[in-house]
C-alpha cells in the first residue's frame, strides 16, 4: 500500500534536514511533520501568493519546501509568484496540488476545476510537472521531486489503478511513461486522473477485437519524448485524454512533438474543448457530457477503425 | 563615545552621498528609476554599512543578514551600495545594458553578486523575507532579514498576505522598510491612499516606528534598536523624498537626462568629490 503524503513527508525529512512544508489550509496533509519536526512545518492560511513567496524565501535559506494548496488555486491565484519567485529564482520548492486535480470537483462548480494546471505549470522554464494517477505514483512523485534539484509541482492522486502488479513490481521512472496496455490499433496517452479512463477504454477495445496501447504519462514535462515518437512510428492514431482544457495541456504537448517531428499520424484530444464545463452533476456526469470518457476514447477508435 | 558617533554619521551620510552620485552615473547611461533610487539612499547606506552582517568576500556566507529589493525598480541604488561595499568592482555599474555585464535593470540573484532575490513585480519581497527569516528559525541561525519596500507597492494586496502571516509567526528577525517617498506614476495619496499607514501595520500586528528617511541619525538609531519588540516584525516607515538630492527630479517617476542635465544633477550631489573602487 501506497504511504499517505503526511507519513512520506516525515521519513523524507528525517533523511534531509532540508525538507519542510508549508501550507495553505492544508494542515492536514502537514501535521504529521509538524508532530515529528515541529516549526518544520508553516501555515500560512488562505493565501496562495504568500504561500509561494514564503516556500521561495526558506529555499533562499537552503530549504526544500513542499508548498500545499488546492489545485485550481495554488497554480493560478499565485501563478506570477511560481513563475518570477520559483521559475526565475530557480527555487528548489515543490508545488503541491494536495487536491482538486482536474474535475475532480466537478459538481462543485468551475471555480473548483483545475483545468488549466497543467498549462500553467508546463509553461515556466526548469518545472517539472507530476500528473500521478493513483497513490503509489504519488509516493514515488513525491520522493522523486525531493531528489530534483528545481521547482516541481505534483498534483496528488489517491486510491489504485485497476490491474496493477504489486507495488513492488511496479516502476516510476520521472520522464518515462509507463506502458499499461501494448497494442497496434491507437495509442491512447493519458496523466492524472484520466489513467483510469484509458485502462478502461482498453478494456473495451479489447472486448472487440482491438488491441490498443495505453500509456501513463505521469510526467508531462519533461515529457517522454520517445514514447511519443514511438507512439506516432508504430500506431495509426494517437489520442490524448485529460481532465484539463485541450489547450496547453498533456495533448498540447503531444501535439508540439508530433509537429515538430513532421508526423503524419492522426492525434485527437480529449478533454475540455476551450469551454467551461458549467453544469450540475457528479464527476462521471461532467466527464460524460465532454466526451472524456473511457466510450469516448472508444468511438473514436471505433471511428477511425471503420467498424 | 559622542565624537565617535559624529564620526559614523558622518562617514554614513559621504557613503550615501556616494550611492547618489552612482546611481545618477547609473542614470546617465539608460534609462532608470533614478527618484526611487534616490529616495532609498541614506537607508542603504545605513543598512549595508552598519547594520547589516555581511562579507562581500562570500555572499553566501551562511551568517548573513539578507536583504530583498522589494522595490526592484530601484536596483541602481542597490547596486551602487553593493559595488561601494566590495561586493563587486565600481566599475560594473556604468556597464548596464552591455552583455555580459552583471548589473541588470531589475533586481538580479544570477547576475549580481550579493542579490539574494530576483525581484521586479511589486509585492513579491516580503514573503520572500517572511520565508528566509523562518528558515533562518529552522536553523536556530541569528540572520535577521531586511525587506526595502516601496509605499506604491503597498497597494498589492500580497503585501499584507506576509503582514498577517508575519505577525502570526512572531517573526522578530523580520524588518520592513517602507521608503515613503510618497510618488508612484503619481502622488499616492491621490492614486490609492494609504493612510492611515503607520496604523494600519500596527493594526496587523508590526512593531513599527516612524523616522525621517534621509536622517542619518534616525536611520542608525531605529536599526540599534531592532528588533523593536521581540516577538514582533518590525517596521520602519521612512518618510522620503523621491530624487531626494537631486532638486530638479524630486517627485519624478522616471527621470531621462540629457548630458546638461546630467551634469547639473552631479554637480548637486557634489560629484567632484567621488571615491572610485
Redesign the interface.
Known sequence: MAKPFGEVMVELAEQDPRICGVSCDCWGFIAPLSERFPGRAIEVGIAEQNLIGVAAGLAVRGKIPFALGMNPFVTMRCFEQIRTDLGYGRRNVKVIGAYGSGLMYAGWGCTHHAMEEVALMRLIPGMTVFMPADGYETEQAVRAAAAIEGPCYIALAGGELPGQPPEDQRRFVPGRAVRLREGSVATVMACGPTVVDAIRAGELLAERGLAVTVLDMHTVKPIDRKAVGEAAATTPLIITIEEHTVIGGLGSAVAEILAEAGSATPLRRLGLQDVFAIMSGSHADVKREHGITAEAIVAEVMGRVGA | MGSQHEALIADLRETARQIRVNVLRIAGMSDCHTGGSLSIADLLAGLYFHAMRVDPKQPDWDGRD?FVLSKGHCVPALDAALALRGFFPVEALTTHLEPGSIISGHAC??LTPGI???T??L??G??????????????RGANRVFVMLGDGELQE??NW??A??AA??KADPLVAIVDRNHYQTGPTEDMMALEPLAEKWTAFGWAVRCIDGHDMEQIVEALDALPFEPGRPSLILADTVKGKGVSFIETHHMAHFNAEQLEAALAEVGAGAVRHG
Open positions: 539578507y540573484a544570477h539574494d532575490a530576483s521586479g513585480s509585492g513579491h516580503l514573503s520572500v523575507g517572511l520565508g528566509i527569516a523562518l528558515g533562518v528559525r529552522i536553523d494586496g500580497s498576505e506576509a498577517m502571516a502570526h509567526h
